[in-house]
């Protein structure tokens, strides 16, 4: 029932060497006696892998070996690059006993915290964490990433995990009312298992940091002090590496056809950077989040949903509305997005569209650009005019300029 013989029976490599036996047996041969009074306790490292490992084996496993045990027996002690076993029991024991005591609510919203400290970047800079009601996400047109609550976690072909539950909700309801903006959101998801072992690293800081926190009523001694600090800090780098890999999904909705169902799309995203910067750079690739477009993308999506109505024009505040509104059309960053596109396209000499401040009963287009560079406002006037409307209109302004020059002569 020792604890090295379940440590080699739980992990088959170790087994293989009864790694964990021989290194215990090492450390008791080589620390044995140990009391208080000496200055220098236990057996180095170094000395500890010479008595054990033998010719051809993996030295390796034994350091593994090494690690796990320090972290689980009761009675082994450490400092520094030296172990040795004591009548004692360590502080290990009580940080366990300590971090089972800890309930869900606790941990996740320890995590929430912690999710909420980490450093946003500026193509996703609207972002809402751990909503827990579909009413805490905010229903206006720009571009918005949810950080889901560690409760909905995601696992591979699970179509109806809680994370997909929830963001379809918040996508269909802010509240009590229907949400108007749908195309603005996309979701990044916790792993189902790598939560789990986000949430057992949580439980182990605070365990470890609460011993800190009463060290004087413990009474510990200088040793054990440091290895308090020594564990904390150990933990505290484990937390923060597995909150940026527990989270690695992201989750996008989309619509093929007009008339169609939502679907979605779930992607791994993985790298070493934090969730947010994957997640940007995946959206990016997927085409899922535009933070710059052609005006000849705009043109081929208002020729193929045939926005421009019979006076050949579309207002641009309107434009906006559906794009924000729409998950069949394009998912664009903001609306300044839109406007540089249209600034881009009326400068060119082929350009693809007009622009024009207003358009009059008789269906005039004031200030109309086309081919020239103008002011874009985004307002209820100004309006998107087809090539074809912005020529006819230019080639009758010039006919009529010329006859009345002709008029004068």
Excluded at 44 to 67: M, N
Excluded at 218 to 237: G, I, P, S
């Amino acid at each position: 029932e020792s604890r090295p013989f379940q440590i080699d029976n739980n992990v088959p490599v170790l087994g293989k060497h009864m790694a964990s036996r021989r290194v215990a047996r090492s450390i008791f041969i080589g620390s044995a006696p140990s009391v208080a009074e000496q200055g220098v306790r236990g057996v180095e490292e170094v000395r500890i892998r010479l008595a054990t490992v033998q010719p051809g084996e993996p030295i390796a496993v034994f350091g593994d070996a090494l690690k796990r045990m320090s972290n689980q027996l009761t009675y082994l002690y450490t400092d520094g690059s030296r172990y040795w076993y004591d009548t004692r029991p360590t502080v290990n024991r009580l940080a366990r006993d300590r971090a089972q005591t800890y309930s869900a609510d606790v941990v996740n919203q320890e995590i929430v915290t912690r999710l909420r400290a980490v450093r946003r970047i500026k193509e996703l800079s609207a972002v809402h964490v751990a909503p827990l009601q579909t009413s805490d996400i905010i229903d206006e047109p720009q571009a918005r990433v949810v950080v889901l609550h560690p409760e909905h976690t995601h696992k591979r072909g699970n179509g109806s995990s809680e994370a997909l539950n929830f963001a379809k909700k918040v996508l269909e309801e802010r509240g009590n009312s229907p949400r108007l903006y749908r195309n603005m959101l996309v979701f990044i998801a916790p792993d189902q298992t790598d939560m789990e072992a986000l949430q057992e690293a949580i439980r182990e800081h605070l365990a470890w940091q609460s011993i800190q926190n009463d060290e004087e009523q413990l009474n510990l001694d200088a040793q054990q002090r440091k290895q308090v600090q020594a564990q904390l800090a150990r933990t505290k780098t484990t937390v923060e590496s597995r909150l940026q890999e527990a989270y690695t999904w992201l989750l996008v909705p989309y619509q093929p056809e007009a008339i169609g169902q939502i679907e979605w799309q779930a992607t791994r995203i993985s790298g070493q950077e934090s969730f947010y910067e994957r997640a940007a750079r995946k959206l990016h690739q997927l085409e899922a989040l535009i933070p710059a477009w052609a005006p000849e993308n705009l043109r081929m999506e208002l020729d193929r949903f045939n926005l421009w109505g019979d006076q050949k024009c579309v207002s641009l505040k309107q434009l906006w509305e559906y794009f924000a509104r729409y998950c069949y059309l394009p998912r664009l960053l903001d609306e300044s997005v839109l406007l540089q596109a249209v600034r881009d396209g009326i400068t060119r000499a082929n350009a693809p569209f007009g622009y024009a401040t207003s358009v009059t009963p008789e269906g005039r287009y004031v200030n109309l650009a086309f081919g020239s560079p103008s002011s874009v406002y985004l307002d209820d006037a100004s309006v998107l005019v087809h090539p074809d409307a912005a020529q006819r209109q230019i080639d009758e302004d010039r006919a009529r300029a010329e006859a009345a020059r002709a008029a004068t002569q």
